[in-house]
């Protein structure tokens, strides 16, 4: 079922997220590295962002229920293969490989590089989108257990959902946004003014900064419905419409869009762009840099728009696997902590051991 007032609540949480720690930390939110590095190398960027993930989950399952998602051992009546434990294993393999030799997933090319209006991600964003597309409609991954008499593009006029839970939503809303672009900058400023600080209490704000960018991107994704499996299924059926659920597009119109006028303000659009040459007072020619986060000296960014074989192979792999499952790496995240939060291993787990499985056999 198309839902647009949760799915677009969810896609201003995210932005809210991505913009604050693109905009103080310099870095972008890509979490497939963030999976990634928090197991193999571990780093406070990191290991905040998951610990916000964590929480995120943990929040939603207790106080906001009927956004929560888990990965059903049979998410389709057309075969006892997709949707079974092993699927979802050798969907976290795909994705894993994927992700690592195309160098992102969804977070990191489609939300981020899409708002920094890179070609390499728009490329890579249309491969997986594509072969995503393309395996659902062949593995019939659309047509779940539920059967639904309304095709999946109709919504509820009554709007249930969001009226039971309209406070708390439209709060965490508001919340959300206060926190990113009115107290953030603000302790940052701080921070820079402040020339004794030492690195210690700069790091502490680095992972405050982490853990409330994963804990808001983590609610964005499960109340916009992006860890549900059903409605990302949904969106890539493009080739049945009674079964395609527009939810998912509202996180282009209230997450990307509002990223690329923001972004573009803000940050460098190439590195050449971003250092200019100044003359101190001994006449000698010095670089300097003209867009900087509150927290780095300068951006650590990607500028590269290379799209070799192995980038185009990397996000077709990922969009295949994407599609088998209709998971992605921070999708996936966020159910292993609801399994392990009630003590159980589900799919989610055995998908995010897949995922880092995956990953290193393509690093290695």
């Keep these: 079922m198309f839902t647009p007032i949760e799915s677009a609540l969810g896609a201003l949480l995210i932005q809210a997220a991505t913009t604050s720690y693109i905009l103080l930390e310099g870095k972008v939110i890509g979490f497939s590295s963030v999976l990634y590095n928090s197991i193999f190398r571990p780093n406070i960027h990191s290991v905040s962002i998951l ?11 207790h106080n906001l229920p009927v956004f929560v998602s888990s990965y059903s051992s049979a998410v389709t009546k057309t075969s ?14 795909l994705v894993g490989f994927g992700t690592s030799a195309g160098c992102g997933c969804t977070s990191g090319h489609m939300l981020a590089g899409l708002s920094r209006l890179r070609w390499r991600s728009f ?38 959902v969001f009226k039971k839970n309209w406070v708390l939503l439209l709060t965490l809303v508001i919340v959300g946004q206060l926190w990113s672009y009115y107290i953030l900058p603000r302790l940052g400023s701080l921070i820079e003014k402040e020339r004794s600080n030492s690195l210690k209490n700069k790091n502490i704000l680095r992972g405050v900064l982490g853990v409330s960018s994963g804990f808001l991107f983590g609610c964005g994704l499960l109340i916009s419905g992006m ?28 997450c990307i869009i509002p990223n690329i006028i923001i972004w573009r303000k ?12 100044v003359v101190n007072e001994s006449n000698k020619v010095e670089t300097a840099i003209r867009k900087k986060p509150a927290f ?7 500028f590269s728009n290379a799209t070799d074989v192995k980038f185009l192979m990397g996000n077709a792999i990922f969009g295949i696997g994407w599609g088998m ?26 998908y995010v051991i897949g995922f880092l499985v995956g990953s290193y056999l393509q690093k290695m």
Excluded at 84 to 91: D, K, M, V
Excluded at 146 to 159: A, G, I, M, T, V
Excluded at 266 to 277: A, T
Aim: hydrophobic share 35%; net charge negative; glycine share 8%.
């Design 51 to 61: 610990t916000g993930l964590l929480l995120s989950s943990q929040f939603v399952k």
């Design 80 to 93: 006892t293969f997709y949707g079974s434990t092993l699927s979802y294993l050798i969907s976290g393999l």
């Design 123 to 160: 490329i890579a964003t249309c491969t997986f989108f594509t072969t995503g597309v393309i395996t659902t409609w062949i593995t019939n991954n659309y047509k779940q257990i539920e059967s639904y008499k309304e095709p999946n593009y109709w919504y509820d006029d009554e709007f249930v």
């Design 227 to 254: 860890t549900n499996p059903s409605k990302v299924t949904g969106f890539l059926s493009l080739f049945s419409p009674h079964d395609f659920d527009p939810s998912l597009a509202m996180i282009p119109f209230f």
């Design 266 to 277: 803000y940050l460098p659009n190439s590195k050449e762009e971003n250092v200019e040459k």
């Design 296 to 302: 780095e000296s300068e951006y650590d960014l990607n």
């Design 325 to 350: 499952s209709g998971v992605c790496p921070g999708p996936a995240i966020l159910t292993m902590f609801g399994e392990i939060g009630s003590l159980a291993i589900g799919n989610g787990c055995v």
